[in-house]
């Protein structure tokens, strides 16, 4: 991993080192010693009855875990504020993940192994979904953002848009000499919006309603024309366009699965907070 040395004579990370990566695997490292003595604990502390939810190691690691779960929902205010050094975001979201996955053991020990159908089981079931779907949302940042750069071939979102309209109003200028029939198919393809198909669409792939498709199919090459010929010049620009407009709904559909895991790991941890809030009131409660 490469590093530089900073005035003060601090190691800092690469810029292009991931948070996953990130200080040599730090958090990694951290969480995976904190997981390591609560395992330990468990083990070799010797309480009656057996380590669970009600020994006092159980209400201690209980508490490492609900003060846990409250840090890591802290991320999304994180991202507001760009700091660098030891607690930049991308510190932040490391220890965010490594904290996360040790959560796991962690919880699992103060449970004690004891499940049933009751609040406390939802409150677990619900942080193991949780971080589920986080881990589902590192396997989509570890890849996609590659495949992004690839679809744009070192163009941007924004320039990738352009050439679009671009070849619209080529389009635009090139169907004036074109019948009614054949300029009403060129119009619907000029005024689809390519941010007009909902999510699930984009996701899919799939758009049975192209008005550009509809277009070529209905301004067919014939054989023998010429290319002074306007339906030769607009048929030739639709099949730049379908092209253009491939490309630019991959970059959509990539987008969307980057974005689309945050409508469950968003919503399923403001439930998980509810259900933790509901286990300790009760816990407390009965105690």
Not at 81 to 95: C, E, I, P, V
Not at 100 to 112: D, E, F, M, P, Y
Request: charged share 20%; hydrophobic share 50%; proline share 3%.
């Amino acid at each position: 991993m490469a590093t530089r040395v900073s005035a003060g004579g601090r190691e800092r990370s690469s810029a292009h080192d991931g948070f996953l990566r990130h200080a040599g695997f730090r958090w990694a490292k951290i969480s995976g010693g904190a997981c390591l003595v609560a395992i330990l604990g468990y083990a070799l502390i010797d309480v009656q009855p057996r380590p669970n939810g009600g020994s006092w190691y159980g209400y201690t690691l209980g508490t490492v875990a609900a003060l846990l779960i409250l840090w890591l929902t802290l991320l999304g205010v994180r991202k507001r504020a760009m700091t660098a050094g030891r607690w930049s975001l991308k510190a932040w979201t490391s220890a965010h993940v490594y904290l996360g996955l040790g959560l796991t053991v962690i919880a699992t020990l103060h449970s004690g192994f004891q499940f049933g159908w009751n609040v406390h089981t939802l409150a677990y079931a619900l942080m193991m979904l949780v971080i589920l779907s986080g881990l589902f949302g590192i396997a989509v940042y570890a890849t996609l953002p590659r495949m992004l750069s690839d679809n744009r071939a070192e163009t941007t979102e924004t320039q990738m848009l352009e050439a679009l309209r671009s070849i619209d109003r080529q389009l635009h200028d090139a169907a004036q000499p074109l019948d009614h029939h054949h300029a009403e198919l060129v119009r619907l393809s000029l005024e689809q919006d390519v941010f007009g198909d909902g999510v699930w669409r984009r996701l899919s792939g799939r758009f049975p309603d192209c008005a550009t498709h509809r277009a070529q199919k209905g301004i067919a090459r014939q054989p023998g024309r010429g290319e002074g010929d306007p339906l030769a010049r607009v048929d030739a620009l639709l099949e730049r366009k379908a092209a253009m407009l491939a490309r630019v709904r991959r970059h959509l559909r990539l987008k969307a699965m980057l974005e689309i895991w945050l409508y469950v790991h968003v919503p399923m941890t403001f439930a998980l907070i509810a259900a933790l809030s509901a286990h300790i009131v009760s816990v407390f409660f009965y105690w």
